[in-house]
């Protein structure tokens, strides 16, 4: 059960019940520090000023009309009208109970199923995936993993970037290089780095193959020439092979079939212009068709109307083009509720616009809920963007080698017993969670500091801390040797300690759904991280196996369980994994 939202509703309409409008809200929330409750009340105030009443005797009389009498304690008012509750122990055992048993941990289903479409990763196929896709791709599977949890269809959609003039020019310097099916290219396009660095390079100094690349572009986009089209498919699939190996290797579950990159929405795109005339919203200034809008007055960088341009003098397409196809196809062939883009922040403006249009051109129902979901940016320990010590940007397969590295230099320190394969499998779990918690504990907007230092600490909210955490709760059933039977029976709350466990493990579910609806993973690391510190301390102070009685050992044993079920569930949300002995 969502504790905070069932608090909520009824609160609510005992605020109702006690003259608030119909719109009063109870604001309940979780309370910081719980000497004065486990949740509060914050809406009281807000009410009474509406009724033109004393906020401490409104809250009086909510608490009056409010029926908490099986869940909680008799509320408090507090302060200048907050209603303090503290839950009963026995009723919260009660739901702890049903969540052990309970493979979704007591998550409930959501009232309306939606179709989420969820766009991350997106890299640009041309080259390797870098530093710079890390954190779509980390953050963006994590929200896939929450909603469907939460019990919503989501459709990931990997927006690659396969088209456009740099094909042309790799297409090109690939025939250049002879040999179409050979081995030989293969060997060459092991290394994208290396083929597009040397395609660039031959571009920049011959004019004649430079023409080449731009007829190639023409061959591939517009004539739609098949031996052009065979060559680039080539490129395509070796590159997303390589994209697949970095989401295999983060645990990340973008599949083959989720991929619908640029190149998808190609035929798309001449509709998505004849529309917008149709429609009578295109403008053409400088030879470009653009949209101008009431929103964008005035964004332009030198202050100047800022336009959507959806097709350029020259007859190409853009960015925004493709992007209203997508939308367009989202909505129509994928019966989208809500779709996220998961990217960097700077591309808000982008989306704000297309959104926009969007929406003035009817190709989203009003009640479909766009979203960007923006990203700040990975920067290195001098402040500035993350990148290799020359200055070059940093290949994520090269980041994960040296997360494993480091990782399995500090297992072999810390646990030199185990051998050789079992300290490198340990390693790469832990190298890999390391990256991938650093990323999703910070609140996805700001920008955040890479620290190999922090991300590895065994103290502090880190997936290394985490998954010891883990393991720590687990070796209780080892030690002993027990099986989940061992915590057949009842959770018994008596000590203050076991209430703030309890209260901590109840929270998992509105939890959850703050994460689904808010697009904030590091709400459940954080989560997490005080759900293993409320269990450090009810461990030092409640003895488990020896326990005073028959009851409380149990019932203690229950919570153990519980709470290595919660964490386990946590983490794989955000696609982390665990391990039962570190
Ligand atoms: N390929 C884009 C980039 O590298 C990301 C794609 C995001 N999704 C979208 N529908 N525009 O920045």
């Not at 017993?417 to 499998?425: F, G, K, M, P, V």
Request: with cysteine.
């Amino acid at each position: 059960m969502n504790l905070k939202r069932e608090l909520d509703r009824r609160i609510t309409e005992a605020l109702v019940a006690a003259g608030a409008p119909d719109r009063a809200q109870a604001l309940v929330s979780p309370s910081a520090r719980s000497q004065f409750g486990h949740y509060q009340a914050n809406g009281v105030m807000a009410a009474a000023k509406k009724l033109k009443t004393d906020p401490r005797e409104l809250a009086e009389k909510v608490i009056a009309a409010a029926d908490l009498s099986d869940m909680a304690e008799p509320p408090e008012v507090a302060g200048p009208g907050f209603i303090n509750i503290r839950l009963k122990p026995k009723w919260l055992a009660g739901q702890l109970d049903k969540a052990v048993r309970d493979n979704r941990l007591g998550v409930g289903r959501p009232d309306k199923k939606q179709t989420v479409v969820v766009d991350y990763s997106g890299p640009n196929l041309a080259k390797e995936m870098h530093v710079g896709h890390l954190r779509s791709t980390v953050i963006g599977d994590a929200l896939a993993r929450v909603l469907e949890f939460v019990g919503h269809d989501v459709i990931r959609q990997n927006h690659v970037g396969d088209w456009g003039t740099q094909f042309g020019m790799l297409v090109a310097y690939m025939e250049s290089l002879g040999d179409r099916e050979g081995s030989g290219l293969s060997a060459e396009l092991a290394d994208l780095e290396e083929f597009y660095r040397k395609a660039k390079e031959r571009f920049d100094a011959d004019a004649g193959f430079a023409d080449k690349a731009r007829e190639y572009v023409v061959r591939l986009q517009v004539k739609k020439d098949k031996n052009a089209r065979r060559a680039w498919e080539r490129f395509v699939e070796q590159s997303l092979e390589h994209c697949e190996q970095v989401y295999r290797r983060l645990g990340v579950l973008l599949i083959g079939s989720d991929v619908r990159g640029e190149s998808f929405y190609n035929d798309k795109l001449p509709s998505v212009v004849e529309d917008l005339d149709t429609a009578g919203m295109l403008v053409e200034s400088q030879g470009a068709k653009c949209v101008f809008l009431d929103e964008f007055k005035g964004k332009g960088s030198d202050g100047t109307d800022l336009p959507v341009i959806v097709q350029k003098s020259d007859c190409g397409y853009l960015y925004a083009t493709t992007d209203l196809a997508a939308l367009r196809y989202r909505c129509d062939e994928l019966k989208a509720n809500r779709i996220l883009y998961v990217t960097d922040s700077r591309q808000a403006m982008h989306f704000a616009q297309i959104f926009a249009v969007a929406r003035e051109a009817g190709f989203v129902g009003k009640d479909v809920r766009l979203k960007h979901v923006p990203l700040g940016m990975m920067l290195g320990g001098d402040g500035r963007p993350f990148r290799t010590r020359e200055g070059g940007t940093v290949r994520l397969m090269d980041l994960l080698d040296e997360a494993e590295q480091r990782a399995f230099k500090l297992v072999s320190e810390k646990n030199p017993d185990l051998n050789e394969a079992q300290r490198s499998q340990v390693a790469r779990i832990v190298g890999i969670s390391a990256v991938k918690y650093a990323d999703l504990s910070r609140n996805r907007t700001s920008d955040y500091v890479f620290s190999w230092d922090k991300m590895l600490s065994l103290e502090g909210n880190t997936a290394p801390y985490m998954q010891y955490a883990y393991a720590r709760v687990r070796s209780i059933f080892r030690k002993e040797g027990l099986d989940e039977t061992a915590a057949e029976g009842g959770v018994v709350l008596g000590e203050p300690a076991e209430m703030d466990l309890a209260v901590k493990l109840g929270q998992f579910p509105e939890t959850v759904q703050a994460v689904a609806d808010e697009c904030l993973p590091n709400l459940l690391c954080g989560y997490l991280f005080d759900l293993a510190g409320a269990f450090m301390t009810f461990y030092e102070s409640c003895p488990v196996l020896k326990a005073p009685d028959k009851a409380r050992r149990t019932g203690r044993l229950r919570l153990c369980l519980l709470t290595a079920k919660t964490v386990r569930s946590g983490l794989e949300l955000l696609g982390i994994e665990t391990l039962e002995q570190m």
